[in-house]
């Protein structure tokens, strides 16, 4: 998906020396294509949208480079979904800058399409994607961030067991093999370590707990792999109908990235932390709604930052934002009905139709606190 978020940008960015570019778009079509892991279906469904409104924002221009950049989105949106090319046609015309008023409308055209393989790309679950805010790479601070929030109707309860870190391999498997409790306590070096037992149920408090992670991501020249122990505190509050979830960096054991044969140990991320919270919404005429307000913190260590990867921090952290609306809160057996759902689906959409959102809460386990929320009092 950082491949489809990558070609689908008005100007990504140029290479850097270390090649670091995201997989071909032609490629990254036959992985979505075949792709059978959970959530499959809405991302290849993001990947239609993505593609072929930036397809529909070239539509018109003429230069050598356009072209090329049409022959090459249509062909992999060919691979993903044979029939994009009819539905983009039914599009009409807009402004160059109108992104999210194309995605709308090619949601809107899947959704009422008839063939059986649309079908497979109807959404599975309802969430409304409310707001939705970037902060790119700091040069200063050297922190990227996300603040979003999003509308589902399913309870508090029934979203802390999906939000829940040990539920990041099942509900995000594409990019974490392995997400698993260590123990409550950080331990000293860079072995990864076992499982520990017993370990909390998923969605209950952990007053403390430590996370061994396995993150993921393709490149055009291999992965970019970070392993890393979190700092994990959740919250089950059925006073309050919350379930909270903050997380902070305890240590970062490797990672290996583009055309590395071998993994380098200590390195990878000097800050990793964030919360998701679910919060209840419900109504009498409309229970088990909750909204989900999450944010997300990074900052990558110089040699990470060497290779450029900073450059796509704002490609990873919108493709993250949208994942947890598409895939994450639609994970399990008591996700929301897919319709009806009349509301934006991803990041792109919420920046135009609610483009201030509300500051974000404190995060309990970023070190650098007012860096990563700038409305937090001194440290």
């Known amino acids: 998906m950082l491949s489809v978020y990558y070609h689908a940008a008005a100007r990504p960015p140029a290479p850097r020396a270390?090649?670091?570019?995201?997989?071909?778009?032609?490629?990254?079509?036959?992985?979505?294509?075949?792709?059978?892991?959970?959530?499959?279906?809405?991302?290849?469904?993001?990947?239609?949208?993505?593609?072929?409104?930036?397809l529909l924002i070239l539509r018109g221009a003429h230069t050598v480079e356009a072209e090329r950049r049409a022959d090459e989105l249509r062909a992999a949106l060919d691979d993903i979904y044979p029939g994009a090319d009819a539905i983009i046609a039914g599009v009409p015309a807009g402004g160059r800058d109108d992104v999210a008023m194309y995605e709308i409308s090619l949601q809107l055209k899947l959704d009422s399409a008839p063939d059986a393989a649309a079908d497979a790309l109807k959404r599975t679950c309802c969430?409304?994607?409310?707001?939705?805010?970037?902060?790119?790479?700091?040069?200063?601070?050297?922190?990227?961030?996300?603040?979003?929030?999003?509308?589902?109707?399913?309870?508090?309860?029934?979203?802390?067991?999906?939000?829940?870190?040990?539920?990041?391999?099942?509900?995000?498997?594409?990019?974490?093999p392995a997400a698993y409790y260590a123990g409550n306590t950080?331990?000293?070096?860079?072995?990864?370590?076992?499982?520990?037992?017993?370990?909390?149920?998923?969605?209950?408090?952990?007053p403390t707990g430590i996370l061994f992670e396995d993150f993921e991501s393709n490149f055009e020249l291999g992965n970019a792999v970070f392993k890393n122990l979190l700092n994990i505190t959740t919250l089950l509050d059925k006073t309050r109908l919350s379930y909270s979830m903050d997380y902070g960096l305890c240590a970062a054991l490797e990672s290996q990235v583009l055309d590395e044969t071998t993994p380098t140990t200590g390195m990878g991320v000097d800050e990793d932390c964030g919360y998701a919270k679910a919060i209840d919404t419900s109504t009498a005429s409309n229970p088990d709604q909750s909204l989900v307000d999450g944010l997300k913190c990074i900052k990558f260590s110089k040699r990470e930052s060497d290779f450029g990867l900073d450059d796509w921090a704002q490609f990873g952290l919108e493709a993250l934002a949208d994942g947890v609306a598409n895939?994450?809160?639609?994970?399990?057996?008591?996700?929301?009905?897919?319709?009806?759902?009349?509301?934006?689906?991803d990041c792109e959409q919420a920046r135009v139709q609610n483009p201030s959102p509300p500051p974000p809460a404190d995060p309990k386990h970023c070190k650098r606190v007012r860096d990563c929320n700038p409305t937090a009092a001194p440290q």
């Open 18 to 54: 270390r090649h670091w570019q995201p997989i071909a778009i032609e490629n990254a079509g036959r992985i979505l294509r075949c792709d059978r892991s959970f959530g499959a279906s809405g991302r290849r469904r993001r990947a239609i949208v993505k593609l072929g409104a930036r």
């Open 127 to 176: 969430s409304c994607m409310d707001y939705c805010k970037i902060d790119p790479t700091d040069t200063s601070t050297g922190l990227a961030r996300v603040h979003f929030g999003i509308s589902t109707r399913r309870g508090f309860e029934s979203l802390g067991k999906v939000l829940d870190p040990q539920a990041w391999d099942t509900c995000q498997s594409l990019n974490f």
């Open 186 to 206: 950080c331990p000293s070096g860079t072995s990864i370590p076992t499982p520990a037992s017993p370990n909390p149920n998923e969605g209950t408090t952990w």
């Open 327 to 345: 895939t994450g809160v639609c994970c399990g057996p008591d996700a929301a009905p897919a319709t009806p759902c009349d509301c934006a689906e």
